[in-house]
């Protein structure tokens, strides 16, 4: 699966800063949570690479000390520029397998305006088949829309979204 951490260098205009509250300086994308505009954000001061953006509830941020932990949030002004910025997130969708069911989720995707990153599928004979995707996402609301939709089309059984670790 593609992983979903980059590095965001320091920025002398604030306001092209999609994280409110870490303006000028350096922080990432947690891989291991995917955090995406919308959903509640915590930063972490790490020792090296400076703001570690998670989501609020992520495993890996409950024992970090409160010292190291920085309010922050999405910031909205960002959503005005002419190209929305997309973030990575990791999805599998376990479906009955049969011809054609791929061919119909990625249908869904483009219907949303969802961009593939990488997809793979894994069948075997008489299970359900298991379809990874990394998808480009622009916030909560195209997620969650995009999601219900798959969920329901008739031959799928569960989705889910995946973190790093998996």
């Known amino acids: 699966m593609a992983n979903c951490q980059f590095l965001i260098p320091p920025s002398s205009?604030?306001?092209?800063?999609?994280?409110?509250?870490?303006?000028?300086?350096?922080?990432?994308?947690?891989?291991?949570?995917?955090?995406?505009?919308?959903?509640?954000?915590?930063?972490?001061?790490?020792?090296?690479?400076?703001?570690?953006?998670?989501?609020?509830?992520?495993?890996?941020?409950?024992?970090?000390?409160?010292?190291?932990?920085?309010?922050?949030?999405?910031?909205?002004?960002?959503?005005?520029?002419?190209?929305?910025?997309?973030?990575?997130?990791?999805i599998q969708i376990e479906a009955l397998d049969r011809v054609g069911v791929l061919n119909d989720v990625l249908s869904h995707l483009k219907d949303n305006k969802v961009n593939v990153r990488s997809a793979q599928v894994k069948t075997y004979p008489g299970l359900p088949a298991l379809i990874d995707l990394c998808m480009d996402i622009e916030d909560k609301e195209q997620f969650e829309r995009t999601c219900m939709q798959i969920k329901k089309m008739s031959d799928i059984l569960n989705l889910r979204r995946l973190s790093e670790a998996e």
Request: net charge positive; glycine share 10%; aromatic share 4%.
């Open 13 to 90: 205009s604030p306001s092209k800063s999609p994280i409110a509250g870490v303006e000028g300086l350096l922080y990432h994308l947690s891989g291991c949570c995917c955090p995406i505009p919308g959903e509640s954000i915590i930063g972490v001061v790490t020792r090296t690479r400076g703001i570690s953006i998670h989501r609020q509830g992520c495993s890996n941020v409950e024992n970090v000390p409160g010292d190291r932990l920085v309010p922050v949030s999405w910031n909205s002004s960002d959503r005005s520029a002419s190209r929305p910025n997309t973030y990575a997130v990791n």
